[in-house]
């Protein structure tokens, strides 16, 4: 419980502050813009801060007969109160000629009454309590945020490293929540002092002023008074004239620290009155809370208000997401044969798990799912699978740190077979870390049977790969599991397909094809997304990496594999043909938009999403560099590679054979020839785009690493983490 | 010349037209600079009103508003009463902002040189929101002699300093 204090609390705090912390922050983005209007007026002259507080006594004293007072605001512009044969009254001045500007102008009521809303939601004092303890709640719950974030970093010094970006919602809110920490801690704890101070809250202080008595008897005119000479504009907030000409009635100088009183005849301080913290704490809390006098802090808090927004809307989802992996379950612990463990910090693997569940439900087995942290003795049980995500770096997720300790302490009376699941993502340097400490715990347990080497990783939470675990699990334990196509519940758009262009070339090793598709109906789709096929009377689908052709169309490049059932299918299909499949939108492998330079390396017929790639407009240098068996193979791709370094879209083609001249010319020995390109695209933020098969994967893999460590670049892994190594391989 | 001269009559003509038309128009005023320091309160900015009223504690003219959200008004009801059936115009010139609590305001108003000597007084009058309303908070009665020098209050007014002008 006490792991998760600060999850929960974050969550009730604002769930119990959410009505008044939506109004606060949507009147509060209202307001922003107050400061700034205020601020355009055209009452500031330039550089008349900097004059000397003498000069404008001097000025107004000749300009009016009687003068009561001058202000100085955050903007600069100045008050005067003043009676003359002219103007009377109080307006704006131009502290260098005393001459009126203009009328001070009546308060917007439009703000006003939104200012009122924000502060006390035209509920007087009890609004004022209300949002007073909404703005302490919002301190809370900035600082609980901090406290996750720090965990989920990992350290409180990693809170500044880089987060690493799973494409989630939770990233969004990590991520901008980061950004936006001090503005809001700063907004909040404004708030709540600015509550307390209405509310008077504030401890007092009593006020000490010292006392000077005066020695000096010489009567000199105000204009030479030395405090007047050296106080400029800008130091000064109020200067009250003396009431009338008697002495014990004195200037009242205010200044952003202090409260003076001036001796009118002699120009010495009587008095000294430092304002006590509280109070200037107050004048700092109003203008940060306000952005009064900054139009660059009024837009912060404009951004931070909207922000504040964001978090209640991305909190939401993240909340219910967490709610709706709740489980249930229909067996006991003690009487259930198929035991599911899951470890899941937002719920996302969960899914999966009562995916399984309900599976094995509907074969009439007995299922018992928990988490990890729940494990226990089983009794009845034969088959324990653990589905579980990692944490940061290499950590349990939060229902899952117990399980390890557990798993020492409990003794297993009868045996059973364990099999582990890992789901996370590539881009984590420490890829489903936990999942393989398990593994390795658990083949060090004699009860506990497994017959996997290693555990099955799951990358981005690739449904099909689980799937097909289970189907095939499933059918080693000799009974049929109704498993889901799909994950989502919504469904997929099939797209109809017509193919209106088909070659092919068989040399002496395969036989490959491509095929040109038009969709029927309009569909947006990119180089590098996938088109899911599903042969008739098959229930799994096939994913086919896609290239997008300048006429909307789309190239898929297949090599037919002698019992494939859909390379096959696909082959038997010809020009003006029909067929079904549908487009799956593939992010991570979209050719880069802000990217310089671009290296794309294929093997094979993994070549597809780059046909359509090399094509596009760029501005890009792109370089391009494949791997195939026999030289035949290549005229299948030749006049749209061609086209392309013609129209400028490619600047570099490379090709190896490796069953030509000499055997085994792979791609990586390309990339060694050219490893000036690589390390000048590495070094300059550019990317390098991979698709094809695995081996030839991890062989360029060991390549790039070597080039890297040859030349002392940043470690491989660096430039992986960073996006700029995108993968499309099988 | 002709012309010049008889422009100049024309002109000065128009101008003791009008200038004996706004004398008649305006009745004669005083001016007096008047200063009110409040006691030390907690709480929000006090709203001062100032009012001429007469033997019978009627309500003759409102002389300075301190406070200029009017939403607040209400809350000195016996003059609101009087102030929102009078309809005096142009009350922007005598209003101000409200004063808080050990602060103090300096203003400058005008009396009707017909008023004084009457018996009439000087109202003082001041309302907190969430707090109290002095209804009598400062009376001064309006004589020559007495307009000057210094008036303690009653409520949230400390002194009231008045000095013609």
Known sequence: MLHKIWRYSHFYLTVSSSLFLFLAATTGAILAFKPIQEKRQPYHIKNAENTALSQVIDTLKNKYEEVLDLEVDANYFVKATVFGSEESGQFYINPFDGSKLADIPKSNTFFESIINFHRSLFLKTTGRIFVGITSFLLFLIAITGLLLAIKRQGGFIKLCSKIINDKSIQYSHVTLGRLLLIPIIIISFTGTYLSMEKLSLLPKNKVSSITNTSQNKKVIPFSKFTIFKETRLKDITKLEFPFSTDEEDYFILNLHDKELKIHQKTGDIVQTTHYPFVKILSVLSFNLHTGNGSILWSLVLFISSLAILYFMYSGTVITIKRLGAKTKNKYKADEANFIILIGSENGGTKRLGKVLQQALLKAHQKVFLDDLNNYQQYPNAEQLIIITSTYGQGQPPSNAHLFLKKLEQIKIERPFDCHVIGLGSLSYPKFCEFAKNIHKQILSKDKMNTSQKSPLLIHNQNYEQFRNWVLE?????????????????????????????????????????????????????????????????????????????????????????????????????????????????????????????????????????????????????????????????????????????????????????????????????????????????????????????????????????????????????????????????? | ??????????????????????????????????????????????????????????????????GDDKKWYADLSTWWSFFEKAKQPNTDAITGATIAGGERSIFVFQLNEKDLNKGYKLRFETAVEQQDYHLKDLEISLDNNNLKDKHEGTGYIRYVRILPN
């Open chain 1, 473 to 730: 699990w499933s059918t080693s334990l000799k009974f049929i599991l109704d498993i889901p196509k799909e994950l989502s519940t919504k469904k997929q758009k099939e797209t109809v397909f017509k193919i209106t262009d088909k070659q092919n070339i068989i040399d002496e090793y395969d036989e490959t094809f491509t095929l040109t598709l038009s969709p029927v109906k309009h569909k947006k789709f990119n180089s590098g997304d996938l088109l899911g096929i599903t042969p008739p009377k098959e229930n799994s689908e096939r994913l086919y990496s896609i290239g997008s052709h300048q006429k909307g169309n789309i190239l898929l490049s297949i090599k037919k594999h002698s019992h494939g059932v859909c390379s096959n299918y696909l082959n038997n299909l010809n020009i003006d043909d029909v067929f079904t499949g549908n487009i799956q939108q593939n992010k991570e492998f979209h050719f880069p938009k802000k990217a310089k330079h671009v290296i794309l390396i294929a093997n094979g017929t993994g070549i597809a999403p780059f046909l359509g790639m090399i094509h596009q407009q760029t501005k890009a240098n792109v370089s391009l560099y494949w791997g195939t068996r026999t030289y035949q193979s290549e005229n299948l791709y030749k006049h749209l590679i061609t086209e392309a370094l013609h129209k400028g879209t490619l600047n570099k083609y490379e090709a190896t054979f490796s069953k030509e001249v000499t055997q085994y010319n792979y791609v990586q020995e390309l990339l060694e020839k050219d490893e000036k390109n690589v390390i000048n695209t590495l070094q300059n933020n550019g990317t390098i785009m991979i698709c094809g098969s695995i081996i030839m994967r991890d062989d360029v893999f060991i390549q790039l690493e070597k080039i890297c460590k040859k030349y002392d670049l940043p470690s491989f892994e660096t430039y992986k983490t960073n996006g700029q190594i995108l993968t499309d391989c099988y």
């Open chain 2, 1 to 66: 010349m002709k012309i010049y001269k008889s422009i100049f009559y024309v002109c000065s003509l128009f101008l003791l037209v009008a200038f004996t038309t706004v004398s008649n128009i305006t009745e004669p005023t005083k001016k007096y600079k008047c200063m009110v320091q409040l006691k030390n309160y907690e709480g929000e900015g006090a709203y001062v009103v100032v009012s001429v009223v007469d033997k019978n504690d009627q309500y003759l003219k409102t002389v300075q508003i301190l």
